[in-house]
């Protein structure tokens, strides 16, 4: 079946770090993929998608590009701030279902410090 | 524009019994889909409605039910409830369900069986 695999957290870093989230995906058909954040005590929200090979989804300096030949669509961000911390998820949808069915990582916990 | 909603934001219920969750999606949204969030499985897809109709089940027993209404609001039943079902369950909505779309989620039910 469908799965998606993100690299196991909690993840620290100091305030204006490098940031990586590694996530790799299975799936029969063609995915759309998804990075949501949710932040603690809210519902998620979508950060960024990308429906094709090779597109680049980027929203708040975070970006994340669908690779086809290896599977993945690993999130970063140049310069993380406070206002980052938050559970972040990779996901996918399948598009040759034509339905709306996504399927999560286990998510990221990213906490970042001043 | 109002949000997703989901009332009530927190539930305590005893095994056996019955639950009824509702979920209001936004103004124009006629998907409506519901997911499981806990601490050991992640998030887990229960279903989707649209217009009405269920489009998409997810791998949960039958106890685990839902319908939606005419003006696209949306209640989840969970019956003879049993410990594992604590969670915290997500209403998301879209304008209609399509694999490529946004996802709004509400901010959950916290549920909690003794």
């Known amino acids: 079946g469908d799965s998606v695999t993100q690299m196991e957290g909690p993840v620290t870093l100091s305030e204006e770090a490098f940031l990586t989230i590694n996530c790799t995906y299975t799936?029969?058909?063609?995915?759309?993929l998804f990075w949501y954040v949710q932040y603690p005590g809210e519902g998620l929200q979508l950060l960024l998608k990308?429906?094709?090979?090779?597109d680049k989804g980027s929203n708040k300096g975070f970006e994340a590009t669908y690779r086809k030949e290896t599977t993945s669509f690993h999130l970063e961000k140049g310069s993380v701030q406070v206002s980052d911390s938050a559970v972040y998820f990779c996901?996918?949808?399948?598009?040759?279902?034509?339905?709306?069915?996504?399927?999560f990582g286990q998510g990221t916990r990213l906490t970042i410090n001043p | 524009k109002a949000g997703v909603t989901q009332t009530p934001r927190y539930l305590i219920k005893t095994r056996g019994q019955q639950v009824t969750l509702s979920c209001s999606p936004i103004?124009?949204?006629?998907?409506v889909s519901w997911y499981q969030q806990t601490p050991g499985q992640g998030l887990q897809f229960l279903f989707e409605?649209?217009?009405?109709?269920?489009?998409n089940k997810g791998n949960f027993p039958g106890r685990f039910s839902g319908r939606q209404f005419s003006n696209s609001r949306s209640e989840m039943n969970v019956s003879t409830l049993e410990l594992g079902d604590s969670a915290l369950y997500l209403c998301?909505?879209?304008?209609?369900?399509?694999?490529?779309?946004?996802?709004?989620f509400g901010s959950g039910t916290q549920l909690s069986v003794l």
């Open positions: 998301a909505s879209s304008l209609r369900g399509g694999p490529n779309e946004k996802l709004f």
């Open positions: 799936a029969t058909g063609y995915p759309s």
């Open positions: 990308a429906t094709k090979a090779d």
């Open positions: 996901a996918l949808n399948r598009q040759d279902q034509g339905a709306q069915k996504l399927v």
């Open positions: 103004s124009g949204h006629r998907s």
């Open positions: 409605y649209f217009s009405e109709t269920q489009r």
